[in-house]
Nanobody, 125 residues
Framework: QVQLVESGGGLVQAGGSLRLACSAS????????MGWFRQAQGKGREFLVV????????TIANSVKGRFTISRDNAKNTVYLQMNSLKPEDTAIYFC??????????????????WGQGTQVTVSS
């Protein structure tokens, strides 16, 4: 059983940056592809980005390509989401997820094996 805990959310002005972190415990972190999703109020879950177990490959949604990047540190059991050039429409709860399916198959409807509780990101205009 893998437990995931996100951190780093908060309030930021449009154009600013935030780095989210997701720490894993209770399982073998390097066995899983790790990804980030978000859910804005009144909307469905949106897939953002996923990184391969080894960090050797990523898949990213067009909506955040060029602004968001994912990385992982398997020695620290942590995955990161660097978010730049933030926009008010990026306001949402951000979730990390761990899953065994190949990273190129991940999408908004993917039911990952494990989910974090989420961290709020609010971007003011």
């Amino acid at each position: 059983q893998v437990q995931l805990v996100e951190s780093g959310g908060g309030l930021v002005q449009a154009g600013g940056s935030l780095r989210l972190a997701c720490s894993a415990s209770g399982g073998s972190f390097s066995d899983y592809n790790m990804g980030w999703f978000r859910q804005a109020q009144g909307k469905g879950r949106e897939f953002l980005v996923v990184i391969h177990q080894t960090g050797g490959g990523t898949t990213i949604a067009n909506s955040v390509k060029g602004r968001f990047t994912i990385s992982r540190d398997n020695a620290k059991n942590t995955v990161y989401l660097q978010m730049n050039s933030l926009k008010p429409e990026d306001t949402a709860i951000y979730f990390c997820a761990a899953g065994a399916r190949p990273h190129w198959t991940w999408g908004s409807d993917y039911e990952a094996d494990y989910w974090g509780q989420g961290t709020q990101v609010t971007v003011s205009s």
